[in-house]
């Protein structure tokens, strides 16, 4: 299949800090591409040099057929771009917005009309045209968000953690107009912090540190992970999560929404139950689980974290300290 975006070892540095250190990727057409990672893992620094906005320090980056670095101009006339930060005027109303994208994108007077119809409808605010947007509420705002990025029909669309604080209802409302949008056969580059919303996804990337960690469809990211995941229902969490903590033979334990998830590693689910029985953590319900993405992903940043750890050792100055690990569900 054809290539939406291709990358080869591009590389950003900010000074002597390394924010995108040789990503290698390859996104195809008419996909849903999450791009996921732990905060300040170089997710809007490489978007940004995708679109344009940014010069990369090295490497190649081929967008729609076009050179990002040398044509950045022709990109930007073909893609979308819903920021993370800003996206729309608060103190212009809805249709001001769409006429503002418009403008930007030198539509015509007819074209912008069945544009403006069209997304009105996408979004769902036919009626509420003459609103201020400031008085949206945050679904809303980021449906119209998505209208203004998608006004002159874009062949690829780059979102910035688009759900971002919006509710669980407004989300999924999101995501069925992204589907939509990856029918219509456009392209989408997605970031998330949410890991239900990487299942959305067709294929995933996990940048973590600047570095791409793993690349995959869903499933193929789920099967990395060799190791026995137990899901664990306890009455004291805290309590549970410091007894294992001690325990060096069990990889990852961490909150996934109401639940423990506990790589046991080289321990056994067996001696977990033992172990959080003297604990005096009462265990409500306890099972092997298939490994979710998110229990990939903490198990990546693990690793990461120890080959850090044991460089360290070796020779401190030449270690970034590493980021926290990906947290449990934000709906949680
Ligand atoms: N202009 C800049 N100058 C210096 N450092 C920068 C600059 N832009 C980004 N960084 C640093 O690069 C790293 C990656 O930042 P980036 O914004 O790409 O992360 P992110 O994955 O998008 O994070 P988040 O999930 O919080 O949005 C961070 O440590 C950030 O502080
Ligand atoms: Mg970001």
Known sequence: MESAIQLKALTKRFGSFTAVDAVDLDVRRGEIFGFLGPNGSGKTTTIRMLCG?????SGQATVLGHDA???????????????????????????????????????????????????????????????????????WKQRLALGCATIHEPELIFLDEPTSGVDPTARRHFWELLYELADSGVTLFVTTHYMDEAAHCSRLAFI??????????????RALMTE???????????????????VSEIREAYMSGAVLHVNVGASS?????????????TVRGIEVVDPTIEDVFVHLVTQQRAAGETLAATAPEAVAVPNPPVSGSPDA
């Not at 979308?80 to 539509?107: C, H, I, P």
């Not at 600047?210 to 990211?221: D, K, S």
Request: negative net charge; proline residues 3%; glycine residues 8%.
């Open 228 to 246: 026995t995941v137990l899901e664990v229902d306890v009455d004291d969490a805290e309590a549970a999560l410091l007894a294992l903590e001690r």
């Open 208 to 221: 973590y540190n600047g570095r791409l960690a793993a690349c995959g469809t869903p499933g193929e990211i």
């Open 53 to 57: 906005v940014i010069a990369p320090t």
């Open 69 to 139: 670095i040398k044509d950045p101009e022709a990109v930007r006339r073909r893609i979308g771009y819903m920021s993370q930060k800003f996206s729309l005027f608060e103190d212009l109303t809805v249709d001001e917005n769409l006429r503002f994208y418009a403008g930007v994108y030198d539509l015509t007077d007819e074209k912008f009309a069945a544009r403006r119809e069209y997304i009105l409808r996408m979004a769902d605010l036919v009626g509420r045209e003459g609103e201020l947007t400031a008085n949206l509420s945050v679904g």
């Open 269 to 281: 689910p067996a001696s977990v139950v033992e172990l959080l029985a003297a604990a005096g953590v």
